[in-house]
């Protein structure tokens, strides 16, 4: 469909910054067109461990403890390939990005999902039912924060006991924090959520997956790193050589110029998120039969719409009828329905018509109550 306003994509609206694609094209200049290592160019690597140094105060070895992929996404694809055997299980919190779960299942394992409950307006983790859900089988635990699609953040006291958890059932605990810079209840913006290797040795069974995409508007690029214990890492090396046999060349040198020089651009693109973020929570509360969780990082809205059963189809028919596109809770797993997902990065021409038609929409199916899939609506 053309002219729709896309509010369902996971990226910004801005193109990556400029400074960014110079330094591409000072690296094709330069013949930056040759295999690298599976793990990566070194001189990322490095610029990575320096990059976590100066954040998070935790010291890693370039060259052993961090392996350079093609995405967040891939970096997400390796790790679990390394942990998972044919029948075994995995534990994800969800609602959550769903490729997790489907990685899972193309390791021929199964992901067991772990619904967070909103709890007095915040998302929680269900504690009890992650003890129940561990069996002899069970793997892994799988998480994000900040997370895609609920905006949480874990609190210190639930990544202490979420590495607690994992290693007194001796799981692997994956954490995607590709989100990390996107927090805004923070005094300065910028400063990343803390991330779970403040709190693991780096002989835990702990996996960060990390990404260029967000942070840096670099979604198209195809670029992100796992930081994982070195055994781990070491074969997540190896199975590079399987799938991309290394990250783009190019993309690996722009990204050093990003970690170096991307702080300035990148708090004046939190500044408009966070604002977008205000923006949607006052037009969202305003609307009829609408609950929405405050999030506190990332870039999504996840309001819940009183009645709803049907969310693929709820986010069908505003599609058709209005042209705004937004995503269905359902497609994000247990927990996910009768919610919808809206991605607040888009600039305010698309941002706010979307959300006018979304409230006009809104009445119309009230008045005319509602549809099959909505139907507790007066």
């Known amino acids: 469909m053309t002219d729709v306003l896309r509010l369902y ?10 400074y960014i694609k110079r330094a591409a094209t000072q690296a094709l200049a330069e013949g930056n067109t040759f295999y690298t290592s599976n ?22 070895d370039p060259a052993r403890d961090i392996v350079v992929t093609a995405s967040g996404v891939q970096a997400l694809h390796v790790a679990l390939r390394c942990m998972l055997d044919p029948g075994d299980e995995a534990l994800v919190l ?14 021929n394992a199964k992901a067991v999902e772990i619904a967070q409950p909103l709890i007095n307006g915040r998302y929680e983790i269900d504690w009890e039912a992650l003890e129940h ?35 007194r059932h001796n799981l692997w605990l994956v954490a995607d924090e590709v989100y990390e810079r996107l927090w805004y209840e923070t005094e300065t913006l910028g400063s990343p959520v803390p991330s779970i ?3 693991a040795t780096r002989d835990d069974a702990v996996v960060v997956v990390q990404s260029f995409s967000k942070s840096y508007c670099m979604t198209g690029w195809r670029l992100g790193w796992l930081v994982a214990r070195a055994d781990l890492a070491a074969k997540a090396a190896q199975l590079n050589e399987f799938i991309i046999s290394c990250a783009n060349g190019v ?8 970690l170096a020089e991307g702080e300035t651009e990148m708090r004046a693109m939190l500044v408009r998120f966070k604002a977008n973020r205000d923006f949607c929570l006052s037009a969202l509360s305003a609307m009829p039969g609408i609950t929405v969780p405050r999030p506190e990082g990332a870039f999504y809205v996840f309001p819940r719409l009183e009645g709803l059963t049907d969310s693929f189809d709820f986010c069908r028919r505003l599609l058709m009828e209005t042209k705004v596109g937004i995503a269905p809770g359902v497609a994000f797993g ?18 706010e ?10 009445i119309m199916v009230r008045s005319s109550k509602g549809f099959p899939g909505w139907q507790t609506v007066a």
């Open 133 to 167: 859900a561990v069996n002899p089988r069970t793997r892994l635990l799988l998480y994000t924060s900040p997370s895609n699609p609920l905006g949480w953040v874990a609190t210190e006291a639930d990544q202490q006991r979420l590495l607690e958890f994992t290693r």
């Open 353 to 362: 018509p979307a959300l006018e038609r979304l409230r006009r929409f809104l």
């Open 197 to 199: 290797l403040r709190k």
């Open 39 to 60: 793990s990566g160019t070194a001189s990322l690597r490095e610029a990575l461990a320096a990059y976590y140094q100066r954040l998070h105060e935790v010291a890693l």
């Open 9 to 18: 994509f996971g990226e910004a609206s801005q193109p990556t910054p400029e």
């Open 94 to 107: 969800t609602p959550a990005w769903p490729n997790g779960a489907s990685i899972i299942a193309m390791a």
């Open 334 to 351: 247990r927990g996910g329905e009768g919610s919808v997902r809206i991605c607040y990065a888009a600039d305010r021409s698309i941002l």
């Open 251 to 258: 993309s690996q040198k722009a990204a050093e110029t990003a």
